[in-house]
């Protein structure tokens, strides 16, 4: 392993792994309970029951997949352009 290519090393693909796999965590949690936090917030200052709640829930949760399918497609992207720059380095040698 060359020390100039820490993204070809095991510890670098291992840390680069943990990240994406924390920031999912994050886009997906985020939403979600911000939105149950704020519903409760608005349900005892309104004295709703729970309608804010579920609401907020529910939209949170979707807010978060949303993320999630977003971050999904710039990855897509990141390796198809990836793939793309070798093929044509590989072409070129």
Not at 15 to 33: K, S
Not at 49 to 77: C, V
Request: charged share 25%; net charge positive.
């Amino acid at each position: 392993m060359k020390k100039d290519e820490p993204e070809s090393s095991f510890w670098g693909i291992l840390w680069r792994e943990g990240l994406a796999a924390l920031t999912l965590g994050w886009e997906l949690a985020i939403p979600i309970f911000g939105g149950v936090l704020l519903g409760y917030a608005l349900d005892r200052w309104l004295g709703t029951r729970h309608i804010f709640t579920l609401g907020l829930l529910t939209m949170g949760i979707g807010i978060g997949f949303y993320n999630i399918w977003r971050f999904g497609k710039r990855m897509d992207a990141l390796q198809r352009r990836m793939e793309a720059e070798k093929k044509k380095k590989d072409q070129t040698k």
